[in-house]
């Protein structure tokens, strides 16, 4: 079905490891996935996951300038070759080394140099082609950084010099990776949304399609065709990703619009829009729900997306994420969401039966299914 990735259906770690005002999230480290990353990786293979989304922590290998200790990323990368897992590396997910301002003249070659270094380091432990994705959501990083202050760099209004500057970084990433593996491919990660206007506001449905709009900024500005003063180029626009969670639709500052909702737009229609604006290969780069309602949400995202397929969309992949327990960000509660449970100190885990059988249900209802287009690599 897929001649891109191992797998169609693939699993990410919950891997952010930004700083917010309470104090720096590790999830990988909270959740003991850098010690039992063959153990996890082991049992996804198990259900016929063979490709994963994961991390690097940036803050954890260079806590030096310009000196990388990859202490904390070499178990990982061995543990994904023992398992024969294919890895879709996150380079910079939401978290910057200690002191770094995302806004200084430093932040973009700190970032181009590290990536270059993490190249040659997965490089020199496999001859497949890598898979990154270089900042994740740098539209919700630059709302929840830049406007809103809860994540740092903590900036208030501030919104679109950061997603500026994250691109630029993000271009500088592809251009130094590329110049130590030319045939490494990239995954841009945004969330995708949809915002209506409130009928008690008519004025509020302009403002709602500019902020639905919005979602695209990202992407156009890595290909150039916003902002091409940031050297962005079609080549630097290679693989989509969609993320799309039970909260990403909206009425203009007020409540979510959920499934039978009047407002809300379904999922295939929004990935439908995605393609014919970028034509490129694509996939629902994170997605899931917690507790009781994990299976019938894969259950929709799985119909909505042979939906896509089946209207053109070159759709190549579904990543259940969170695929394992993590600890909330807010208040540290175990948050049980994916196909791997764990205990309460994540020193045990196992396989959730039901949420593996409708998995291999979806698996094959997808069946010989292929991408619409085979012009993409």
Same mark, same amino acid.
């Given at each position: 079905?897929?001649?891109?990735?191992?797998?169609?259906?693939?699993?990410?770690?919950?891997?952010?490891?930004?700083?917010?005002?309470?104090?720096?999230?590790?999830?990988?480290?909270?959740?003991?996935?850098?010690?039992?990353?063959?153990?996890?990786?082991?049992?996804?293979?198990?259900?016929?996951?063979?490709?994963?989304?994961?991390?690097?922590?940036?803050?954890?290998?260079?806590?030096?300038?310009?000196?990388?200790?990859?202490?904390?990323?070499?178990?990982?990368?061995?543990?994904?070759?023992?398992?024969?897992?294919?890895?879709?590396?996150?380079?910079?997910?939401?978290?910057?080394?200690?002191?770094?301002?995302?806004?200084?003249?430093?932040?973009?070659?700190?970032?181009?140099?590290?990536?270059?270094?993490?190249?040659?380091?997965?490089?020199?432990?496999?001859?497949?082609?890598?898979?990154?994705?270089?900042?994740?959501?740098?539209?919700?990083?630059?709302?929840?950084?830049?406007?809103?202050?809860?994540?740092?760099?903590?900036?208030?209004?501030? /919104?679109? #010099?950061?997603? %500026?500057? $994250?691109?630029?970084?993000?271009?500088?990433?592809? !251009?130094?990776?590329?110049?130590? +593996?030319?045939?490494?491919?990239?995954?841009?990660?945004?969330?995708?949304?949809?915002?209506?206007?409130?009928?008690?506001?008519?004025?509020?449905?302009?403002?709602?399609?500019?902020?639905?709009?919005?979602?695209?900024?990202?992407?156009?500005?890595?290909?150039?065709?916003?902002?091409?003063?940031?050297?962005?180029?079609?080549?630097?626009?290679?693989?989509?990703?969609?993320?799309?969670?039970?909260?990403?639709?909206?009425?203009?500052?007020?409540?979510?619009?959920?499934? /039978?909702? #009047?407002?809300? %737009?379904? $999922?295939?229609?929004?990935?439908?829009?995605?393609? !014919?604006?970028?034509?490129?290969? +694509?996939?629902?780069?994170?997605?899931?729900?917690?507790?009781?309602?994990?299976?019938?949400?894969?259950?929709?995202?799985?119909?909505?997306?042979?939906?896509?397929?089946?209207?053109?969309?070159?759709?190549?992949?579904?990543?259940?994420?969170?695929?394992?327990?993590?600890?909330?960000?807010?208040?540290?509660?175990?948050?049980?969401?994916?196909?791997?449970?764990?205990?309460?100190?994540?020193?045990?885990?196992?396989?959730?039966?039901?949420?593996?059988?409708?998995?291999?249900?979806?698996?094959?209802?997808?069946?010989?299914?292929?991408?619409?287009?085979?012009?993409?690599?």
């Amino acid at each position: 079905m897929n001649h891109l990735f191992n797998s169609f259906f693939m699993g990410g770690f919950e891997c952010s490891s930004h700083q917010r005002p309470h104090g720096r999230i590790d999830v990988i480290h909270a959740t003991r996935h850098d010690i039992e990353a063959q153990i996890d990786y082991g049992l996804l293979a198990e259900v016929g996951i063979r490709t994963v989304r994961d991390a690097l922590r940036w803050h954890l290998i260079e806590q030096t300038p310009g000196v990388y200790d990859w202490s904390s990323f070499l178990p990982m990368l061995q543990a994904a070759l023992a398992t024969k897992i294919q890895v879709i590396w996150d380079l910079c997910h939401w978290g910057v080394p200690d002191g770094l301002d995302p806004f200084s003249t430093e932040f973009v070659p700190r970032f181009e140099r590290f990536c270059r270094a993490a190249a040659a380091i997965v490089g020199d432990h496999t001859d497949e082609p890598p898979f990154f994705c270089p900042i994740n959501e740098i539209s919700f990083w630059s709302f929840i950084g830049g406007d809103r202050g809860a994540f740092y760099p903590y900036a208030k209004r501030r /919104g679109v #010099p950061l997603k %500026r500057r $994250l691109v630029e970084a993000t271009l500088a990433a592809i !251009r130094a990776i590329r110049s130590v +593996t030319p045939e490494a491919r990239f995954i841009q990660c945004e969330p995708i949304i949809h915002i209506s206007g409130s009928h008690r506001r008519p004025a509020s449905f302009e403002e709602a399609a500019r902020h639905t709009a919005s979602q695209f900024e990202a992407w156009d500005m890595l290909c150039g065709r916003l902002a091409p003063e940031l050297g962005g180029d079609e080549s630097c626009l290679d693989l989509i990703g969609c993320n799309y969670y039970w909260n990403n639709q909206w009425v203009h500052k007020s409540h979510v619009t959920p499934i /039978g909702h #009047p407002q809300h %737009r379904a $999922l295939h229609q929004i990935l439908i829009d995605v393609y !014919r604006r970028y034509e490129r290969p +694509t996939l629902i780069a994170e997605t899931g729900a917690e507790a009781d309602s994990a299976i019938g949400w894969l259950g929709m995202v799985s119909s909505e997306a042979r939906q896509a397929m089946r209207a053109g969309v070159d759709l190549r992949g579904i990543c259940l994420y969170p695929v394992m327990d993590y600890p909330g960000w807010e208040d540290n509660r175990h948050c049980e969401v994916g196909l791997i449970a764990t205990d309460s100190e994540f020193r045990s885990r196992s396989i959730r039966r039901d949420q593996s059988e409708e998995l291999m249900l979806q698996m094959q209802l997808f069946g010989d299914m292929e991408p619409v287009s085979q012009t993409h690599n």
